[in-house]
């Protein structure tokens, strides 16, 4: 088509990014539904001593296979490669509430742990594929809402389908939602077909499989199952340190490798969005967790609101999200709000880590909308700008990275976190483990103490990792977004369309921006 034909309407990419943030919807509300759901799912299927792979089997399979769910979207068709992604995640969610034992549900929670991680890469490549940069400030608000709705939603929803319905519809709800997402995307999600051969690159994919294994496992165990300096945590990270050397070597030889050194080497902006999205991973998972159980047991909040107690973190993220969006879009400026973000954010850590049993609700929850502003200015820019600074070809590949590497953050950050808080709280723990509420007196006092002592470490670690990452922040080349779906700003024979290499037409060499190819079904 000629160069000239138009982007969609934003009517209709709206209605298209509807059914995507559905199904993005539903892989991450799943694991808080299913947190809330955890006793009642030991009470009746037994298994307490696995019921950590509950969670470690959802969790590796998704960090596995995210960068080859993003790599084959590339290769063969974002739209087509997202759908499969949804199916699979039904699947497992059908599987896991038909479980009759923990093992099936450990290895059903695995089948929707594949299918999420393809959730989680494809639908940032999709809106990467359907709104370029310049425009992408006006679609922000959607993005940060289903975070939002998520993170505040999931405990909400699986304390009340559970008690209400039975622990197993916390996967059966998936079954109707996730067929909606299916349907709606076959009909109003519409991309140009991919018309590339491909080779897949089995190696990398053997290779980063490797290597992403060993490090949820070491991070998972590490601090709880053995010691940091066990054998079996080292060797776990020794392994993925050889596994990211060899993994190096094969992506510069093969043809069409699972992460193309050139997302990395193209632009510096890339890689310092990868740290920045790892500080973000490891700061998003740390609050969530630890901010709730700091309000509930120090603070006395009540366990049933769990999700509302986060509310005034994630409510500014939605609103700084929309104003920050819409400023870059009008203004086609975005170097300050990584920097305002990194910053908000380490000053809100900073001053979440002088709480102690003393501190009111209110100044918590003010300290938590700093955190949130940081937030805002930092998740959804941080996947624009690295989207910004690849060819259209390996937006799949850029965005599983992305996305990636937030996993890999949060899960380094539960268990590092997790470790310092446990050492904390050893020293104040009642001689018969019970909890603050069920003793008195200067017991009483000393638990408290551990615990606010236990999230001061947690919250002043985190302040420390977001200063470092500020540096990143600051680093950032501001260059042009381009305001149609087509290749980096200054970077020539960019792919402008959907698909593998070759699949498209190469630009002028001029680095101006590109016009969106016509969306055909």
Known sequence: MPASDPSPPARAVRWALLGVMLAMLLSMLDNMVVGTAMPT???????L???????????????????????????????????????????????????????????????????????GALAFALIGSLVPPRERGRYQGMTASVMAV????????????????????????????????????????????????????????????????????????????????????????????AGVAAFAAVERRVAEPLLPPRIFTGHRNFPLMSVLMLVSGTTIFGCSLYLPLFQQTVQGASASDSGLLLLPMMAPVVLVSQIGGRVMSATGRYKVFPVLGTACMTAGLLLLSTMDA????????????????????????????????????????ASA???????????????VFGSLFNRALDGGLPADGAGAAAVQGAARDAY??????????????????????????????????????????????????????????????TGGPQAAPTPTA
């Not at 010691?227 to 392994?239: E, G, I, K």
């Not at 501190?359 to 200015?377: E, H, N």
């Not at 910004?388 to 799949?396: A, F, H, L, T, W």
């Not at 990275?401 to 268990?415: C, D, K, Q």
Request: charged residues 10%; aromatic residues 10%.
């Open 358 to 397: 003393a501190t009111s609700r209110t100044l918590t929850g003010c300290y938590m909308a700093l955190v949130g502003v940081g937030m805002g200015f930092l998740t959804q820019m941080v996947t624009t700008i690295a989207q910004n600074s690849v060819e259209m070809r390996d937006m799949g590949a």
């Open 401 to 415: 990275a992305i996305t990636l590497f937030r996993t890999i953050g949060g899960s380094v950050g539960v268990a």
């Open 49 to 119: 001593e696995h019921i950590s792979w509950v969670v470690t089997a959802y969790t590796l399979a998704t960090a596995a296979s995210t960068p080859v769910w993003g790599k084959c979207g590339d290769l063969f068709g974002r739209k087509n490669v997202y759908l499969l992604s949804v199916a699979v995640f039904v699947a497992g969610s059908a599987l896991s509430g038909a479980a009759r034992s923990m093992a099936e549900l450990i290895a059903f929670r695995a089948v929707q742990g594949l299918g999420a991680g393809g959730i």
């Open 150 to 241: 998520g993170t505040i939603g999931g405990p909400l929803v699986g304390g009340f389908i559970t008690a209400h319905a039975g622990w197993r519809w916390a996967f059966y709800v998936n079954l109707p939602l996730g067929a909606i997402a299916l349907v709606w995307c076959w009909f109003l999600l519409r991309l140009p077909a991919a018309r590339a051969r491909a080779r897949v690159d089995w190696a990398g994919i053997t290779l980063m499989t490797a290597v992403i294994s060993a490090l949820v496992l070491a991070t998972t165990w590490a601090g709880s199952t053995y010691p940091w300096t066990s054998w079996q945590v080292l060797a776990l990270f020794a392994a993925a340190a």
């Open 41 to 47: 799912i030991v009470g009746d299927l037994g298994g």
């Open 448 to 509: 408290l103490h551990s615990f606010a002592t236990g999230t001061h470490q947690i919250f002043l670690v985190g302040a420390v990792v977001c200063a470092v990452s500020l540096v990143a922040a600051l680093l950032v080349k501001e260059v042009p977004l381009r305001g149609k779906a087509g290749p980096p700003a200054g970077k020539p024979g960019a792919v402008a369309s959907e698909g593998g290499a070759g699949a498209g037409r190469p630009d002028s060499g």
